[in-house]
């Protein structure tokens, strides 16, 4: 199973995102967390800053959309060009019709699950998206510890994904420490912040995503 390393550029630095970006030209993608102040208590990117960051970035765009109603404002986001679009269950009236929706405008549709939302409702709608969030925090800001009470849920999932071209993602708490507990429970996409832009041991951003990538290979799922 492939590594891939998303880095968050929540924990860059925002007045100079366009080098930022730059500076993880060796990651997967670039995850850009978009948030509402409604849905969590954060306020951080909209559209036209997901449009500026399209036009530049080196890498795929892998947005996060941590917003009510995100039936009504997702497509918008897939119209940018964007690789993926993942909304969270909770804030979707309807998931499927909204992820053929993003799929049919050419993004990626992801599904993203809060700790205390249970997968085991979702798992028989995995035919429908490309991509199943795990937050392994509670969504709104970064920083925070790995909660390793998430791990069955992770298991969980990849247990139902089996074979199936659906990645699964995590997000929150990555770092050496627990990249490698959350690619042995089936994680193959991570999310990391801090873990790069702000590596303990100083490594340079394009370092950390290597290091963090070669720790996930390391622990492959069973």
Same mark, same amino acid.
């Not at 925002?14 to 102040?37: K, Y």
């Given at each position: 199973?492939? %590594?891939?390393?998303?880095?968050?550029?929540? &924990?860059? !630095?925002?007045?100079?995102?366009?080098?930022?970006? %730059?500076?993880?030209?060796?990651?997967? %993608?670039?995850?850009? !967390?978009?948030?509402?102040?409604?849905?969590?208590?954060?306020?951080?990117?909209?559209?036209?800053?997901? =449009?500026?960051?399209?036009? &530049? #970035?080196?890498?795929?765009?892998?947005?996060?959309?941590?917003?009510?109603?995100? !039936?009504?404002?997702?497509?918008?986001?897939? $119209?940018?060009?964007?690789? #993926?679009?993942?909304?969270?269950? $909770?804030?979707?009236?309807?998931?499927?019709?909204?992820?053929?929706?993003?799929?049919?405008?050419?993004?990626?549709?992801?599904?993203? /699950?809060?700790?205390?939302?249970?997968? =085991? %409702?979702?798992? $028989? /709608?995995?035919? $429908?998206?490309?991509?199943?969030?795990?937050? &392994?925090?509670?969504?709104?800001?970064?920083?925070?510890?790995?909660?390793?009470?998430?791990?069955?849920?992770?298991?969980?999932?990849?247990?139902?994904?089996?074979?199936?071209?659906?990645?699964?993602?995590?997000?929150?708490?990555?770092?050496?420490?627990?990249?490698?507990?959350?690619?042995?429970?089936?994680?193959?996409?991570?999310?990391?912040?801090?873990?790069?832009?702000?590596?303990?041991?100083?490594?340079?951003?394009?370092?950390?995503?290597?290091?963090?990538?070669?720790?996930?290979?390391?622990?492959?799922?069973?």
């Amino acid at each position: 199973m492939t %590594a891939r390393i998303n880095p968050s550029i929540l &924990t860059a !630095d925002f007045a100079d995102l366009g080098s930022e970006v %730059a500076r993880v030209a060796n990651a997967d %993608a670039v995850h850009v !967390d978009v948030m509402d102040n409604h849905f969590v208590p954060n306020l951080t990117f909209g559209p036209r800053m997901v =449009e500026a960051l399209q036009r &530049t #970035s080196p890498i795929p765009l892998d947005v996060h959309l941590m917003i009510s109603d995100a !039936d009504r404002w997702a497509p918008g986001y897939a $119209e940018l060009g964007v690789f #993926s679009v993942t909304f969270h269950a $909770e804030a979707a009236a309807d998931p499927v019709a909204l992820a053929r929706r993003l799929r049919q405008i050419g993004a990626r549709a992801g599904l993203a /699950l809060k700790p205390g939302t249970p997968v =085991e %409702a979702y798992l $028989e /709608l995995l035919p $429908e998206f490309d991509q199943l969030l795990v937050m &392994t925090v509670e969504p709104g800001f970064g920083g925070q510890s790995f909660m390793h009470d998430m791990v069955p849920k992770i298991r969980a999932a990849r247990a139902a994904i089996g074979d199936r071209p659906v990645w699964l993602q995590v997000d929150g708490g990555i770092s050496p420490d627990t990249i490698g507990i959350a690619a042995e429970a089936g994680a193959d996409t991570f999310v990391a912040g801090s873990a790069v832009y702000q590596a303990a041991d100083g490594a340079d951003p394009a370092a950390a995503i290597e290091a963090l990538r070669g720790l996930a290979g390391a622990h492959p799922s069973h």
